[in-house]
């Protein structure tokens, strides 16, 4: 018997949990959707980069300088973005990279991925470019 004062435990019901879990998952699903057309949580769709900027918290000017240093539209930029994603990470996870496997393999690592990066980048510029 539970003591005064205190709520008794509800039993655990297996078959329950597992309905409730299969019913969450369509709201799950639809924040996933939601944030794959607005990353940010920032609707671009207006133009208004002011408004976006003030959004973000950014400087107004981001987008100008950005666009100014990415002549070649979008194609540029997402070249740069993958070259980014590729190359080898923060010295951080290098070293903890030269610590597991040695240095000569970390180095040898760290040149691989920004090789492969440049690699990428550039065929997909070209690709895109043409």
Same mark, same amino acid.
């Given at each position: /018997? *539970?003591?005064?004062? @205190?709520? #008794?435990?509800?039993?655990?019901? !297996?078959? &329950?949990?597992?309905?409730?879990?299969?019913?969450?998952?369509?709201?799950?699903?639809?924040?996933?959707?939601?944030?794959?057309?607005?990353?940010?949580?920032?609707?671009?769709?207006?133009?208004?980069? /002011? *408004?976006?900027?003030? @959004?973000? #918290?950014?400087?107004?000017?981001? !987008?100008? &300088?950005?666009?100014?240093?990415?002549?070649?539209?979008?194609?540029?930029?997402?070249?740069?973005?993958?070259?980014?994603?590729?190359?080898?990470?923060?010295?951080?996870?290098?070293?903890?990279?030269?610590?597991?496997?040695?240095?000569?393999?970390?180095?040898?690592?760290?040149?691989?991925?920004?090789?492969?990066?440049?690699?990428?980048?550039?065929?997909?510029?070209?690709?895109?470019?043409?």
């Amino acid at each position: /018997a *539970a003591e005064e004062g @205190e709520p #008794e435990e509800e039993a655990f019901e !297996f078959w &329950a949990g597992i309905g409730e879990a299969f019913i969450s998952i369509p709201e799950g699903l639809s924040g996933i959707f939601g944030t794959l057309s607005d990353p940010m949580g920032v609707s671009m769709i207006s133009g208004d980069e /002011a *408004a976006v900027a003030e @959004e973000i #918290e950014a400087d107004d000017q981001i !987008f100008s &300088a950005m666009r100014s240093r990415f002549t070649y539209g979008g194609a540029q930029a997402y070249a740069y973005l993958l070259f980014i994603l590729i190359y080898f990470p923060c010295i951080a996870a290098l070293g903890a990279i030269v610590r597991e496997i040695g240095k000569g393999y970390g180095w040898l690592s760290m040149a691989y991925l920004t090789v492969l990066a440049w690699i990428v980048a550039t065929l997909f510029f070209q690709i895109v470019v043409g």
